[in-house]
């Protein structure tokens, strides 16, 4: 037998079925809840994946995550401002660069450059976040997972998760930039501690 459910009966010949053909048309409601299902299922694997690149990136780059958080509390209105730019103007820029034959290649290069920042922007604004609501703690590690559940969280609300996704964008890919063009320093993962030494070295 062959028993189907769809939208619309579909036509094939059924001298290929031995038993009996039963066609079910399927609801509105089971589209809707599949796609409610589908949604929710990429939602959870997308703040996995921010999750376990969060943690990556601040193993990896600790001192350079810390140092856009603190880039962004000093200049914050140029941070939203090269946010926007980069958001909004960068695929026009590459798109000019892909139209022209000499061009082509660093237009390529620009959007592997500018979709890595669109990726790594939640996490640059997950941490800014976290380390403005932990300011007592010093690990950068801490903090790290400190932030990343609290935007998980926010994530979660429906209309709250556009919002904060928006925001993430714009501010977190200029916290990207600004850290670029404001040098890299070497990894620290306890910042109170490292303070000191600094302090320390300048007495000396």
């Known amino acids: 037998n062959f028993n189907y459910g769809a939208k619309k009966e579909i036509s094939f010949d059924r001298s290929l079925v031995n038993g009996e053909v039963s066609f079910n048309p399927a609801q509105p409601d089971d589209y809707n809840q599949a796609?409610?299902?589908?949604?929710?299922?990429a939602r959870v694997s997308l703040l996995l994946m921010l999750a376990v690149s969060a943690i990556v990136m601040?193993?990896?780059?600790?001192r350079f995550i810390d140092r856009s958080s603190e880039l962004f509390r000093s200049q914050a209105l140029m941070t939203v401002l090269l946010g926007f730019a980069i958001v909004f103007g960068g695929p026009i820029i590459v798109g000019l660069l892909l139209f022209s034959l000499v061009l082509a290649p660093l237009g390529l290069?620009?959007?592997f450059g500018w979709l890595a920042i669109i990726f790594l922007s939640g996490i640059f604004f997950a941490y800014m976040i976290?380390?403005?609501?932990?300011?007592?703690?010093?690990n950068v590690i801490v903090r790290?997972?400190?932030?990343?559940?609290?935007?998980?969280i926010a994530y979660m609300i429906p209309?709250?998760?556009?919002?904060?996704?928006?925001?993430?964008l714009i501010v977190g890919s200029g916290m990207i930039v600004m850290t670029f063009t404001h040098?890299?320093?070497r990894p620290r993962y306890n910042l109170r501690a490292?303070?000191?030494s600094h302090t320390t070295k300048k007495a000396a």
Do not use: D, N, W
Request: aromatic content about 6%; hydrophobic content about 60%; some cysteine.
């Open 194 to 196: 490292a303070a000191k």
């Open 58 to 62: 601040i193993l990896i780059a600790p």
């Open 183 to 185: 040098g890299y320093r």
């Open 144 to 152: 790290m997972l400190g932030c990343v559940a609290i935007v998980t």
């Open 130 to 138: 976290g380390a403005e609501l932990l300011r007592s703690q010093s």
């Open 109 to 111: 290069a620009l959007l």
């Open 35 to 41: 796609g409610h299902q589908f949604a929710a299922a």
């Open 159 to 168: 209309i709250i998760s556009a919002i904060v996704l928006f925001i993430s």
